[in-house]
C-alpha cells in the first residue's frame, strides 16, 4: 500500500507531465533517429553487413539516447525543489524511484516502437520474423538501462558537473548489459534466428539485482 | 523516533530537539541545539542568514538527518506512541523556501496529486477546497507556471495545509506576499494556530504573521543565543530582529 499506490500516483504524475510537454521522447525519437539515419548514410550496409553489426549499433544509440533522455528525469524535480515535496508526503521514498523507473521504461518503450520500422528498413532487416523474441530482449535491455539510468540520475543530479557524471558512471555499469543485448539481438539476426538463453539469462540476473538494489538503497539516494 | 497519533492534540510536546548537531563537509550548520516545543504553541526562529534557521527546519520535517543528537515528535503525554516516520509525516505540513509545486501541472491538478500522496479521501474536493480559502478557485484550471510570485506562495501555503497537519514548519513564509496577501497568511495561520495546530517559523522583518507568535528563539551561528520562553516577550525578541534586518 505504502509503495504500489504512491507510485501509481507519481507514475500518472510523470505521464501527463510528459505527454503535455513532450521533452523527453521528441528529443530521444529524433536523437535515435538522426543516429541510425547518418550511420545507415555511411556503411550503405548490405544484409549480412546489417545482421554484423546493426544489433551493436542499435543498443549504443539507445544507450546514448538513454543517457540523453534520463538525466532531466532528477534535475527537473530541482525546479521548485518538488523532490523535497514528495519526500516530505507520508510515501516509502523506494515509491519515487519506482514512478521514475516505471515512467522512464515506458518513454524508451514507446521511442523503440516508434524507431523499430525505421530501424528494420534502413539496415535490411527482418524484424517482424523475431519480432515477439526481440520484443522480450527490448524490454529485459530497455528495463537494465531505465533502471541504472534512473538511479545515476538521482545521484548525478545533487553533484556538480551532473551534465558529464551520467555518462560517466552510466557507461561502465551498463556494459554487462549492453553486451547481453547486442549478443541477444545478434543471434535474433542471425541466419537460423535463436534467442539466446544464457544472455537472456544474464539480462534478467542483471534487472533483478539491480531492482533489488535500488528497493534496498533507494532511500539514501534521494537524501539531501 | 517516538510520535503520538492526535495531530490537533494540544498537549504534551509536539517536537523536541535533543543536542542537535549538523555538519555540512567541514562547516557546522547547527551546534548541539536542544528545544521542546510544546503542543499548541507558536514558535517563531529569528536569526541572522545563515544562522541554522532553515536547517532546523528542515530536520524537523525529516528532510535532513542530523549529523548527532535526536529529534522527537508528540514524545510526551501521548497514550500511544508511534514509531513510523511515514505517521509523522501524515501530522506535519510545510512551506520551503521553494514552492514544492510542479509548473507544468495546474494549480488544482497539483493540489491533488498531493492529497492522493497523502491518502486524503476525495482527493480532487480537498484540492477545490484548499482553493478557495486562498483566493485562486478562479485560476484553478492554469499551470502554476502561469502565477505571479504572491499566487505561487499561497498555493505552497494551501499545499501545506492540506493534509489538516498538528504540526505546521514554516521558512519564511511571507516572502513574496503583498500586503493583502500577509493579512490572508495572518488570519489563516491564526486559525488553525486556534485549532491546535502548533507552528514553527523562520521569520525575516514584519509581517502580520507576527501577531500569533507565543514564543521567540533566535539563533546565532548555528546555537540557541536566546529564548523568549522565560521572559514570555516573543514581541521584543521579533522586533530586535526586525531592527538588525533594517541595520538600525
Known sequence: MAFARPTAVLLGKELQTEFRTRELLTTTVVFVLMVLVLFSFTFDPTSVESRRFAPGLLWLTLLFAGSLMLHPSFTREQTNDTLAALRLAPIDPTAILGAKILANGCFLLVAEALLLPIFAALYNLHVWQVLGRFCVVLFLGTLALATIGTVFSAISSQARMREMLLPLLLLPVLTPALIASTEATAGLFDETPYLSPQWVGLLVAFDAIFLTVTWLFGEYLLEE | ?248
Open chain 2, 1 to 248: 523516533m517516538a510520535i503520538a497519533p492526535p495531530a490537533n492534540s494540544t498537549r504534551g510536546v509536539s517536537i523536541e530537539f535533543q543536542n542537535i548537531e549538523k555538519r555540512y563537509g567541514v562547516r557546522l550548520a547547527l551546534r548541539g541545539v536542544s528545544l521542546r516545543i510544546d503542543a499548541g504553541e507558536c514558535v517563531a526562529l529569528v536569526g541572522a542568514n545563515g544562522s541554522g534557521k532553515t536547517t532546523l527546519i528542515k530536520i524537523a520535517a525529516l528532510l535532513v538527518r542530523p549529523t548527532s543528537g535526536r529529534v522527537s515528535f508528540w514524545g510526551s503525554g501521548s497514550a500511544h506512541p508511534l514509531d513510523d516516520p511515514l505517521d509523522v509525516k501524515r501530522r506535519i505540513g510545510m512551506v520551503a523556501h521553494h514552492i514544492l509545486l510542479y509548473d507544468d501541472l495546474t494549480a488544482e491538478e497539483n493540489l491533488e496529486l498531493f492529497a492522493k500522496l497523502y491518502g486524503l479521501d476525495r482527493p480532487r474536493e480537498r484540492a477545490v477546497a484548499a482553493l478557495e480559502p486562498a483566493g485562486l478557485i478562479s485560476r484553478r484550471a492554469d499551470p502554476v507556471r502561469d502565477f505571479s510570485r504572491g499566487m505561487r506562495q499561497r498555493l505552497a501555503i494551501a499545499r501545506a495545509l492540506l493534509p489538516s497537519p498538528g504540526l505546521l514548519l514554516l521558512d519564511e513564509p511571507a516572502t513574496g506576499l503583498d500586503p493583502a496577501g500577509q493579512h490572508w497568511l495572518g488570519e489563516t495561520l491564526a486559525r488553525i494556530h486556534q485549532a491546535g495546530c502548533t507552528i514553527l517559523m523562520s521569520t525575516h522583518g514584519a509581517s502580520e504573521v507576527h501577531s500569533i507568535v507565543t514564543r521567540a528563539v533566535r539563533l546565532a551561528a548555528g546555537c540557541l543565543a536566546e529564548d523568549s520562553a522565560p521572559s514570555g516577550d516573543p514581541q521584543r525578541m521579533l522586533a530586535a530582529a526586525l531592527a538588525a534586518e533594517q541595520g538600525t
